[in-house]
T-cell receptor
Framework: DAGVTQSPTHLIKTRGQHVTLRCSPI?????VSWYQQVLGQGPQFIFQYYEKEERGRGNFPDRFSARQFPNYSSELNVNALLLGDSALYLC?????????????FGPGTRLTVT | GQSLEQPSEVTAVEGAIVQINCTYQTSGFYGLSWYQQHDGGAPTFLSY????GLEETGRFSSFLSRSDSYGYLLLQELQMKDSASYFC????????????FGPGTRLSVLP
């Protein structure tokens, strides 16, 4: 079975632009979470979606938004990019919400904002 | 507030045993997970403790003491491939299901 996939792998944007990152969970997984990881730090929780509904939101500004589609894939959108948004964005899926202590991470999207 | 603390770096030699500690301070607690991340790679799940005690999975074991807000990951028979960053993570009892990751411990295994 394919693991969690994310696209694109790398992305370079300019301050003020908008970006959309995509994630496809493992087949059968209904929960998708998004994390931001700055180099040398642990992942920071942004959102969790389950059955197309937002189930959790981290301490990120409203410039960050996400959604989950009927096929359980997900998009993370970031508006008005800042230099500080440069990071590795990780998507993780889990089977159901109750078992999400075990999350499966995708390879991430490396976002560079210039 | 919520915070997790881990040592920033640990160094050990092949074949040795190493323990990585994690202390946490969160408004709620739904268990402690451990993840491994190699440079340039994605975090991979290692272990989970929902209740006090020791969980063993091959060369890796994890321990939790909820009364002490403390856990550790024990790696035995260290191999070079174990060189990576290790993160503890807890679910905070906030809105939804927020996961809080620790800052990570970089383990270097020397020959």
């Amino acid at each position: 079975d394919a693991g969690v996939t994310q696209s694109p792998t790398h992305l370079i944007k300019t301050r003020g632009q908008h970006v959309t990152l995509r994630c496809s969970p493992i087949s059968g997984h209904k929960s998708v979470s998004w994390y931001q990881q700055v180099l040398g730090q642990g992942p920071q929780f942004i959102f969790q979606y389950y059955e197309k509904e937002e189930r959790g939101r981290g301490n990120f500004p409203d410039r960050f938004s996400a959604r989950q589609f009927p096929n359980y894939s997900s998009e993370l959108n970031v508006n008005a990019l800042l230099l500080g948004d440069s990071a590795l964005y990780l998507c993780a899926s889990s089977l159901v919400v109750g078992a999400d202590y075990e999350q499966y991470f995708g390879p991430g999207t490396r976002l560079t904002v210039t | 507030g919520q915070s997790l603390e881990q040592p920033s770096e640990v160094t050990a030699v092949e074949g040795a045993i190493v323990q990585i500690n994690c202390t946490y301070q969160t408004s709620g607690f739904y268990g402690l997970s451990w993840y491994q991340q190699h440079d340039g790679g994605a975090p991979t799940f290692l272990s989970y403790n929902g209740l006090d005690g020791l969980e063993e999975t091959g060369r890796f074991s994890s321990f939790l003491s909820r009364s002490d807000s403390y856990g550790y990951l024990l790696l035995q028979e260290l191999q070079m491939k174990d060189s990576a960053s290790y993160f503890c993570a807890v679910r905070d009892q906030g809105y939804g299901q927020n996961f809080v990751f620790g800052p990570g411990t970089r383990l270097s295994v020397l020959p």
